[in-house]
């Protein structure tokens, strides 16, 4: 029984695929769904700009880390003494 629905559901599926890949029927469905995916940018648009200026601002924090991790590791030796001497 069920793999007779499925059979027969095929031709309907393949039928409303050839109907999606038509260009009229493209353009139309871009020009309904412009306003919805306008309207949802615009109220997504804040927090764009701020997980862009917190991925900005990470990336500057981990970048100054291991500039201070290699001064670090450049003067372990001056630390290593510095230590010794108390």
Same mark, same amino acid.
């Not at 599926?13 to 139309?28: G, S």
């Not at 701020?50 to 900005?56: A, D, E, H, K, P």
């Given at each position: 029984?069920?793999?007779?629905? =499925?059979?027969? /559901?095929?031709? *309907?599926? $393949? $039928?409303? *695929?050839?109907?999606?890949?038509?260009?009229?029927?493209?353009?139309?469905?871009? /020009?309904?769904?412009?306003?919805? #995916?306008? #309207?949802?940018? %615009?109220?997504?648009?804040? %927090? =764009? %700009?701020?997980?862009?200026?917190? #991925?900005?601002?990470?990336? =500057?924090?981990?970048?100054?880390? *291991?500039?201070?991790? =290699?001064?670090?590791?450049?003067?372990?030796?001056? *630390?290593?003494?510095?230590?010794?001497?108390?």
């Amino acid at each position: 029984m069920k793999d007779t629905l =499925i059979q027969a /559901s095929m031709p *309907l599926v $393949q $039928q409303c *695929l050839d109907i999606l890949k038509r260009d009229d029927i493209k353009t139309e469905i871009k /020009s309904v769904f412009k306003p919805v #995916i306008d #309207i949802i940018l %615009y109220q997504i648009n804040p %927090y =764009i %700009y701020l997980t862009i200026s917190l #991925i900005f601002l990470i990336f =500057i924090m981990f970048l100054s880390i *291991l500039i201070i991790l =290699i001064l670090l590791m450049r003067n372990k030796n001056n *630390l290593i003494t510095f230590f010794k001497d108390d």
